[in-house]
């Protein structure tokens, strides 16, 4: 029994297109998948860790420089103090 090489190509080709369907559809799952992920953290005005990060580090530094602030100005106010005490 011979088999036609041409009913070959054709289940090939078959066989293939059906292949790259699903690949095609998988791709467009992902995508979407994405997208929606995407849409959800737009909606709930969430942030990326990097962001985060980033934004505590700028509040750690921000409370440390004003921690420092207010010791000075303690410091000046004692010191303002003594200046205006009866000698």
Do not use: C, W, Y
């Amino acid at each position: 029994m011979q088999i036609d090489n041409a009913i070959l190509d054709q289940i090939t080709q078959n066989v293939m297109g059906v292949f790259n369907r699903v690949g095609e559809t998988r791709e467009e799952l992902r995508r979407k998948a994405q997208d929606l992920v995407r849409e959800g953290v737009e909606h709930f005005d969430l942030v990326t860790r990097e962001e985060f990060n980033v934004v505590n580090e700028m509040l750690s530094a921000t409370r440390i420089r004003a921690e420092a602030l207010e010791k000075r100005v303690s410091e000046l106010e004692a010191a303002l103090a003594r200046l205006g005490e009866p000698t």
